[in-house]
């Protein structure tokens, strides 16, 4: 007969499988802290002892990473997916910047689509509140907050779209972008429209998420890195003619 006996599983398996599926579906974030072990056993209702053999299992498989004097840690498992030689060539090379946006422009165009159809309530809230912060941080003109929650807002729409690979593919692609291998947004920035540009877009793909409007997500998405893609080309090509005006300028000055 093709019958097991079935046995209750071990508490430190559980608290193994369930912190497993905290990372693959994007709750516990690379980077991020976890409680203090008192405080983790107490959640988790289980005694101490069970919950260290499942932190050691955790840290063994790659997943958690212990920090002397500092805790516990969701490892750093994304920055694997590119090696540092190959990340090396993205930075230095200027085709790589235009193929990344068009890897993004279709696979978050995707994801747009897939966060209209299949996206709870609460992940489009969680997505509003997002542009929401982006509306208040304009008025404040910090870059680096603008920079942070344009990358939280296409991530949480990645997030909505309910699908565990397509997430950590994306977070991983941020991660480049906010290690900075690829462009920032100071050169949108220099653009005196920029910044008011940038949220208009963010405003359109927000919008057609509220009203679940797939086809339109999918545009608004287009639009937006189609437009990013644009300033870079202008501002690679007014750098370029820039050096040409300063040897200009400088052979002027020899004569």
């Known amino acids: 007969m093709p019958f097991k006996r079935i046995e209750s599983e071990k508490l430190s398996k559980s608290v193994v499988r369930q912190v497993e599926q905290l990372i693959l579906r994007g709750i516990l974030r690379p980077g991020e802290r976890l409680p203090s072990e008192r405080e983790l056993a107490e959640k988790l209702a289980v005694s ?3 919950l260290r053999e499942a932190l050691s299992e955790l840290q063994e498989a790659g997943l958690l990473t212990s920090r002397a004097g500092a805790g516990i840690f969701v ?3 994304l920055g694997s997916a590119f090696a540092p030689a190959l990340m090396r060539l993205f930075a230095t090379h200027d085709e790589a910047v235009y193929d990344y946006l068009a890897f993004r ?3 978050e165009g995707i994801a747009a689509e897939r966060a209209a159809r299949v996206g709870s309530a609460t992940d489009l809230k969680v997505i509003d ?3 929401a912060k982006m509306e208040a941080a304009q008025s404040k003109r910090s870059s680096e907050e603008e920079a942070r929650l344009d990358a939280q807002f296409h991530m949480s ?3 909505a779209g309910n699908n565990v690979v397509m997430l950590h593919m994306m977070r991983s692609m941020y991660e480049l972008l906010q290690a900075g291998v690829f462009y920032n947004r100071q050169a949108t920035f220099r653009q005196r429209s920029g ?3 940038l949220l208009d877009q ?5 919008d057609a998420l509220q009203a679940r409007d797939p086809e339109a997500a999918r545009a608004a998405v287009h639009v937006h890195l189609d437009f990013v893609a644009g300033v870079l080309k202008a501002q690679d090509r007014a750098d370029k003619n820039e050096e040409v005006a300063k040897l200009r300028f400088a052979h002027i000055l020899d004569r």
């Open 48 to 50: 101490r002892p069970s």
């Open 75 to 77: 490892a750093e498992v």
């Open 105 to 107: 422009k279709d696979l």
């Open 129 to 131: 509140a997002i542009y």
């Open 157 to 159: 729409i990645c997030e």
């Open 195 to 197: 910044r008011s540009q």
């Open 202 to 206: 963010h405003r359109a793909i927000n």
